[in-house]
């Protein structure tokens, strides 16, 4: 992804989604240090709206405890055990969407309930690698 493309993302789905979530302004968003996140254009964008919401800050080479990043693992693991693979792009969006819709609402609360224990791990790690 390009910086360009990120920001039109932000702008167009983002922004609105913060504004209508948080009226009060005080609504935080996540990213991580993708290039495209850290781009300028992206960060002056984020400056010029700290009035209605915030950027979290995220430390260089941090240990990535999205729970996100389970969710792309189950995700992946269901798409390569479909046979035959996607022919094409159109098929992919369509499986991929089926298997998004079919989570269970009972993972992500247990991944939203894990986040202490993957923040106590790290801590007790010192910064250093742990299970998740």
């Not at 792309?72 to 022919?87: G, H, K, S, Y």
């Not at 499986?95 to 801590?123: E, G, N, T």
């Amino acid at each position: 992804m390009k910086a360009a493309n990120y920001l039109q993302i932000i702008t167009d789905q983002l922004h609105p989604y913060m504004t209508f979530v948080f009226p009060a302004g005080n609504g935080i968003f996540q990213q991580d240090n993708a290039l495209f996140h850290k781009a300028q254009i992206v960060l002056e964008w984020f400056e010029k709206h700290t009035d209605e919401f915030y950027l979290m800050f995220w430390p260089p080479s941090s240990l990535d405890l999205n729970p996100m990043e389970h969710i792309w693992d189950v995700m992946e693991r269901q798409l390569r055990a479909q046979t035959p693979p996607c022919p094409n792009i159109s098929t992919f969006r369509d499986r991929c969407l089926d298997i998004w819709y079919k989570l269970s609402p009972v993972m992500y609360q247990k991944l939203v309930a894990s986040m202490p224990r993957r923040v106590a791990a790290v801590f007790n790690a010192k910064g250093g690698a742990t299970r998740y």
